[in-house]
């Protein structure tokens, strides 16, 4: 019996280990199986809850990613603390679920209000809907506090209030949606610098770029956003889904970029099928664009956009406030849900030619470090990503990458412990039932135990 008993513990120990094994490995596959998320969040990204009130609002950590969820009804307030010195930039991207209904005005809000209560205002645009697709994606919206010479509010240290609340609710789904909110930090500049923005640029479109097209899958977000250089790029896209795309551009640099919808079987015409946006650094938006499709190829592009450089905050207009440093810019592509009903859920054709003119300038000298930290620089890791392809995160060492990596080293060097660890008991026991049995046979005057295999029973 007792010996029975050795055995048995032996194969639970290496039962355990053989759970533990199929915990680790295939629960990552079964969830890659299943069908994509609209929107594939931060891997490192912290849970946190939004609060009614400033007085209760749990303080974001510069050059971090939250991830939080947004009721239908109700407004929620997020805590910065903020010196006298350095420009807060605060992003929300709004996620609804797959398949919920939303209308042209519905859309999120991002607002950044000061110690006293008094909003701050410095030219950007905090809105964001959903517009004529009406079509659910991801969408984004973003506020700042910028702060040196010619600000009129929100110049004072202290704890501001982010607040991210729903535009309009009537004739969407009342369903919560999910929000990846990021906070950058910009600290000021070693030296004064030019207070007003460029007044010359080419405004002029660019010519189209053409060249042999290259595969280039996109990603689902921000976090996993496909790395491109300049030049053409192809590929699929299904109805309602958004794809994500990144593009290093420097200090003095413009960009520019144009998506095209391949020709599909089908009959009618929608209005607004294709849209495209472009998010700086920060994922703030700087400019979007769209077209209708009636089956035959169509394209839209984005308007002119000035060279990157530090004193386009200093612009009335969006468009050029929003190049205002260096860095990773995202496109954001679209396909609205609408195409399914008339020309199926795809996949379809997606060209995009991507230009980055310009030679590289020097960039300004910051008095202190950005948190994340390089966020507004072009370095030579950047470069070659684009060239590569990489992906923002899971292949080029990113956070979320870095976290899977992490998970499965973990996962790995624990079930090989518990396995080693189970082996060993098991030659353990197995030592000691020999030792029994020989000390057995010497008692009963046997002089000793036949050979016998041991370490797994036989007949069990």
Same mark, same amino acid.
């Given at each position: 019996?007792?010996?029975?008993? #050795?055995? @048995?513990?032996?194969?639970?120990?290496?039962?355990?280990?053989?759970?533990?094994?199929?915990?680790?490995? %295939?629960?990552?596959?079964?969830?890659?199986?299943?069908?994509?998320?609209?929107?594939?969040?931060?891997?490192?990204?912290?849970?946190?809850?939004?609060?009614?009130?400033?007085?209760?609002?749990?303080?974001?950590?510069?050059?971090?990613?939250?991830?939080?969820?947004? %009721?239908?009804?109700?407004?929620?307030?997020?805590?910065?603390? /903020?010196?006298?010195? =350095? *420009?807060?930039?605060?992003?929300?991207?709004?996620?609804?679920?797959?398949?919920?209904?939303?209308?042209?005005?519905?859309?999120?809000?991002?607002?950044?209000?000061?110690?006293?209560?008094?909003?701050?205002?410095?030219?950007?645009?905090?809105?964001?809907?959903?517009?004529?697709?009406? *079509?659910?994606?991801?969408?984004?919206?973003?506020?700042?506090?910028?702060?040196?010479?010619?600000?009129?509010?929100?110049?004072?240290?202290?704890?501001? =209030?982010?607040?991210?609340?729903?535009?309009?609710?009537?004739?969407?789904? %009342?369903?919560? @949606?999910?929000?990846?909110?990021?906070?950058?930090?910009?600290?000021?500049?070693?030296?004064?610098?030019?207070?007003?923005?460029?007044?010359?640029?080419? =405004?002029? =479109? $660019?010519?189209?770029?053409?060249?042999?097209?290259?595969?280039?899958?996109? #990603?689902?977000?921000?976090?996993?956003?496909?790395?491109?250089?300049?030049?053409?790029?192809?590929?699929?896209?299904?109805?309602? +889904?958004?794809?994500?795309?990144?593009?290093?551009?420097?200090? #003095? +640099?413009?960009?520019?970029?144009?998506?095209?919808?391949?020709?599909?079987?089908?009959?009618?015409?929608?209005?607004?099928?294709?849209?495209?946006?472009?998010?700086?650094?920060?994922?703030?938006?700087?400019?979007?664009?769209?077209?209708?499709?009636?089956?035959?190829?169509?394209?839209?592009?984005?308007?002119?956009? %000035?060279?990157?450089?530090?004193?386009?905050?200093?612009?009335?207009?969006? +468009?050029?406030?929003?190049?205002?440093?260096?860095? @990773?810019?995202?496109?954001?592509?679209?396909?609205?849900?609408?195409?399914?009903?008339?020309?199926?859920?795809?996949?379809?054709?997606?060209?995009?030619?991507?230009?980055?003119?310009?030679?590289?300038?020097?960039? $300004?000298?910051?008095?202190?470090?950005?948190?994340?930290?390089?966020?507004?620089?072009?370095?030579?890791?950047?470069?070659?990503?684009?060239?590569?392809?990489?992906?923002?995160?899971? +292949?080029?060492?990113?956070?979320?990458?870095?976290?899977?990596?992490?998970?499965?080293?973990?996962?790995?060097?624990?079930?090989?412990?518990?396995?080693?660890? #189970? /082996?060993?008991? @098991?030659?353990?026991?197995?030592?000691?039932?020999?030792?029994?049995?020989?000390?057995?046979?010497?008692?009963?005057?046997?002089?000793?135990?036949?050979?016998?295999?041991?370490?797994?029973?036989?007949?069990?």
């Amino acid at each position: 019996m007792g010996r029975r008993t #050795g055995w @048995w513990r032996g194969r639970t120990v290496l039962a355990g280990a053989a759970a533990l094994l199929s915990v680790v490995a %295939p629960a990552d596959r079964a969830a890659a199986a299943g069908t994509p998320p609209p929107y594939r969040f931060a891997a490192d990204a912290v849970r946190v809850e939004g609060a009614a009130t400033t007085a209760d609002a749990v303080p974001l950590r510069p050059g971090a990613i939250y991830r939080s969820t947004l %009721p239908d009804k109700g407004k929620l307030y997020y805590g910065l603390r /903020l010196d006298r010195t =350095s *420009s807060a930039y605060v992003s929300a991207t709004a996620v609804p679920k797959r398949g919920t209904k939303v209308v042209y005005s519905d859309g999120i809000k991002v607002s950044l209000q000061d110690p006293d209560g008094h909003k701050c205002f410095s030219g950007d645009a905090g809105a964001a809907r959903f517009g004529p697709t009406e *079509s659910p994606r991801p969408l984004t919206a973003w506020a700042s506090r910028r702060a040196g010479p010619g600000t009129y509010s929100c110049k004072s240290a202290g704890t501001y =209030s982010v607040l991210v609340e729903r535009t309009s609710r009537a004739g969407s789904s %009342p369903d919560d @949606w999910e929000l990846e909110l990021q906070y950058v930090s910009e600290p000021a500049l070693e030296k004064a610098a030019p207070t007003t923005a460029p007044q010359v640029w080419d =405004s002029a =479109s $660019p010519e189209a770029l053409d060249g042999e097209a290259r595969t280039r899958e996109g #990603g689902s977000s921000f976090n996993e956003a496909r790395s491109l250089e300049q030049g053409v790029w192809k590929d699929r896209i299904r109805a309602g +889904q958004t794809l994500f795309y990144r593009v290093p551009v420097d200090w #003095g +640099q413009q960009f520019g970029a144009t998506a095209e919808l391949g020709p599909a079987d089908g009959d009618g015409f929608l209005g607004n099928a294709l849209v495209m946006s472009l998010h700086n650094p920060a994922r703030a938006v700087v400019d979007d664009a769209d077209t209708g499709y009636d089956g035959t190829r169509k394209a839209t592009a984005l308007e002119p956009l %000035p060279p990157v450089t530090y004193e386009n905050r200093y612009a009335v207009d969006d +468009q050029v406030g929003g190049m205002r440093f260096a860095g @990773w810019y995202y496109l954001a592509v679209h396909l609205g849900a609408g195409m399914a009903g008339k020309f199926g859920d795809g996949p379809f054709e997606l060209t995009l030619r991507v230009r980055v003119s310009g030679t590289a300038e020097a960039a $300004p000298v910051y008095g202190g470090g950005t948190a994340p930290r390089d966020v507004f620089e072009v370095t030579a890791g950047d470069r070659d990503a684009a060239a590569s392809g990489s992906a923002a995160t899971g +292949q080029d060492g990113g956070p979320a990458g870095n976290a899977a990596m992490k998970a499965v080293a973990a996962g790995g060097i624990g079930a090989g412990c518990v396995l080693v660890l #189970g /082996l060993g008991m @098991w030659t353990v026991i197995a030592r000691r039932r020999a030792a029994a049995e020989a000390a057995e046979g010497a008692a009963r005057g046997g002089g000793g135990v036949a050979a016998r295999t041991y370490g797994r029973p036989r007949g069990r």
